[in-house]
């Protein structure tokens, strides 16, 4: 039986009522934001603007050196499916981790992953070019970061999409890993540098490594296992 209109709005009410508070004022500012650049579109102001605020790597080396702090507050009018995106996944594993970790900590996370995700996709532009020139808007980065850490915790446990039959934690994840590379060897993934970066400071974040000391014990371990297992070196046979 379909719900009736009035039972669903019902519903999102409360589930949005029942959000962490940090969570909440996320999707707000996301949702104030995306209609701020809708209307700046009607007005013919939408490209002015978005360049002072978006990431774009050749623009960020000519001079707009702050845009790794206002790229992910802000969804540019045609990304409708990206704000969607983002809100679902705050709305969703945002809720979850919020609860688990105190809201400033959950906070400092996703700004975070997205300033240091803006890094990874500079870096993969002056080392790859073009192909990661693309201007990034919204928070995505910290939205895969998020991925991560559902991978961290979660990664085990049975989990339904949509529906679908239940499937581990970790299969979903490289699922959706595995998606969005498809999209972005097929063109259709602009947004591909910032996801990476976000994965890449994920990672940093949930497992500790973005302290030196940790990162080169683990740096050390996989050295020691390299050398130990035959299997992971190479050998040449005459």
């Given at each position: 039986m379909w719900m009736s209109r009035g039972s669903v709005l019902s519903r999102l009410r409360t589930s949005f009522e029942n959000?962490?508070?940090?969570v909440r004022g996320l999707v707000v500012v996301q949702t104030l934001?995306?209609?701020?650049?809708?209307?700046?579109?009607?007005?013919?102001?939408?490209?002015?603007?978005a360049q002072h605020c978006v990431f774009i790597p050749p623009l960020f080396l000519d001079g707009t050196f702050w845009t790794p702090l206002t790229y992910f507050w802000v969804h540019v009018s045609s990304d409708l499916f990206g704000w969607l995106f983002d809100v679902v996944i705050l709305?969703?594993?945002?809720?979850?981790?919020?609860?688990?970790?105190?809201?400033?900590?959950?906070?400092?996370?996703?700004?975070?992953?997205?300033?240091?995700?803006?890094?990874?996709?500079?870096?993969?532009?002056?080392?790859?070019?073009?192909?990661?020139?693309?201007?990034?808007?919204g928070m995505?980065?910290?939205?895969?970061?998020?991925?991560?850490?559902?991978y961290y915790v979660f990664g085990d446990a049975p989990v339904s999409v949509l529906g679908s039959p239940p499937m581990r934690g970790r299969t979903v994840f490289f699922a959706i890993v595995g998606l969005e590379t498809v999209l972005f060897l097929a063109g259709n993934n602009p947004a591909f540098g910032i996801q990476l970066g976000g994965l890449f400071s994920g990672w940093l974040l949930v497992t500790g490594r973005w302290r030196p000391a940790k990162l080169g014990a683990w740096v050390s371990g996989l050295a020691a296992r390299f050398r130990k297992d035959p299997k992971s070196r190479f050998r040449i046979i005459n």
């Open positions: 959000l962490p508070t940090v934001l995306y209609l701020f650049f809708v209307l700046l579109r009607l007005l013919g102001m939408e490209l002015e603007v709305w969703t594993l945002g809720g979850i981790f919020a609860r688990r970790w105190r809201g400033g900590h959950f906070l400092f996370f996703v700004v975070a992953s997205s300033i240091l995700a803006a890094g990874v996709d500079l870096l993969l532009y002056l080392a790859i070019g073009a192909s990661f020139a693309a201007a990034a808007s995505s980065a910290g939205s895969f970061a998020l991925f991560v850490a559902f």
